[in-house]
Each structure stands twice: as structure tokens, then as C-alpha cells.
């Protein structure tokens, strides 16, 4: 994405996660900035330059409640959407999508929603065996890949190519997919994600690897400057992105600093810059 279209994506994130907060203030649900968003916090006091998208994660509880409220409690402009919203959505995760607007992924097809999105994760609770923790990944895993066929999505894009090791990889989850319900898909996904409540949390992604974290750091949380806004995060902010990015104060190779979302379709709405 060039660098003076960037500059006008991220003020339109930055007006959704205005809105999460004050949902999430008015109605006392935590929540607190995630992954490169909190990084650029950190790091830049604000969006990492080249970063296309921003995060936010919630314990389960937390995400459930703003889930079933969001509806009722965000302005009209804006909507939640998750795999419980529209079949066509894949992950574990939800989005809050700002209306009227297009920010498509080549990825992905299209959905009842496709405006600029601010992802929010929830965050449950992990098995303390790591071989139950490492069962429950790969179950995971592969109902999401499923459910990633039986939503439509390519993962084996990449731009204009085709990964042909993904492409082939994919066919026993399409073959899957023609067997098994949505509905029934989401129900198992989320049965054999209820674990009984310990010290460590992991993150909802069904990601090939999963990030764990003490439950302390996603409890004790402080305001963060973000953009001239504010916003919470962890307050042991070293251990948790240390978690995440190892030596997370050096910046990477200029080569490795772009956005990686593939977005084919971008739209603005009203908030076109003149």
C-alpha cells in the first residue's frame, strides 16, 4: 500500500477504535490494545508506519459482552461482525467494520460487510498440560481450515499468485467442507475451547502457533498514548511483547517494513481525503 494512501487508512481505523472505547467505557467491558497495535504504542506512541490495521483483545467474558451489545450500543455507522453475524466469515475472532466503506482482502470474498475493520480477539483460557494445550491447537487448526473452505476463502493468494503447496494442501479441507454444517463447524470450534479457568490465556486466532500469556498481564492493564488518543494495554508492557516479538524495540529490516493485507478493494465513503 503506498505510503500516502497508508496516511489516510489509518485515521479511519483510529475513528472505529474511538468508538470501541467508548462502548467499552460506557459499559464497563475491558479491553486493551493487541499485537502491533500496542507495539506501535510502545515503540512509535501511535500506528508503526507502515501498519495497515489495528487490534484490540478482550478476556472471553469481556468479548461476549461487548459482542451481544455492540448492536444495540454503537452508532449506526459502525457494526460488529463475526462467524455468528454472517456465514461468509471465517474466524475466531471479531471485527468492528465502519459502514459504507470497502477495505477488501484478495484473500477473502466478499461479505454482508466489508468496511475498515478493527479486529478484536478474545482471549480464553489455556490448558495448563502442554500436550492438551498442543491437542486442542491442532483441533483447532483444522476446523478452522474447514471452516475457511466452507466460507470461500483462498489462503493460497498471494497477490496475484497461487501457492501451489497451499493450493494442494487446501483440498482435504475443501473435500471436509462439503460434508459439515456452518453452525456445526462454529458449535465444536467453540465446545472444545472451554477450558476451565487457570493462569495462562492464549490468544483466538487458530493461528499455526499459538501465543499464550500470563492471565496478570491481560488483568493489570494502564492508558497508552496512541495518535494524540488514549488507550489501555498491559501494563508489563516488556514481558507481554517480549512474549510476542522477542527483542520488540528493533525495528526490522526496511525490506520487512509493509503492510500484509493484500487489501484489492478500497473505498473510503465519506471520509475520502480531498
Known sequence: MEREIL??????????????KRVCEENNIRYFM?????LGAVRHQGFIPWDDDMDFAMLREDYEKFRKIAPEKMDSRYCFQDWHTDTGYAHPFGKVRKRGTRYVEAKCRPLAENGFYVDIYPLDFAPEDPAQRAKLAR??????RVK???????????????IMKKRIGYLLYQTAALFVSQKTLI???EKISQVP???????????????YFDRAWCENLRDYPFDGECFPGPEDYDSFLSSLYGNYMQLPPEG?????????????????AV
Open 7 to 20: 496516511e489516510q487508512v489509518q485515521p479511519v481505523l483510529l475513528e472505529i477504535a474511538r468508538e470501541i
Open 34 to 38: 493487541y499485537r502491533g497495535t500496542f
Open 139 to 144: 483441533q483447532q487448526l483444522h476446523l478452522y
Open 148 to 162: 475457511l473452505m466452507k466460507s470461500k476463502y483462498t489462503p493460497w493468494k498471494e497477490g496475484d499468485k497461487v
Open 187 to 189: 458449535r465444536t470450534y
Open 197 to 211: 479457568a487457570g493462569d495462562t490465556l492464549y490468544e483466538q486466532s487458530a493461528l499455526p502457533r499459538a501465543y
Open 256 to 272: 520487512q517494513r509493509e503492510n500484509r493485507h493484500q487489501i484489492m478493494e478500497l473505498d473510503f465513503g465519506e471520509t475520502a
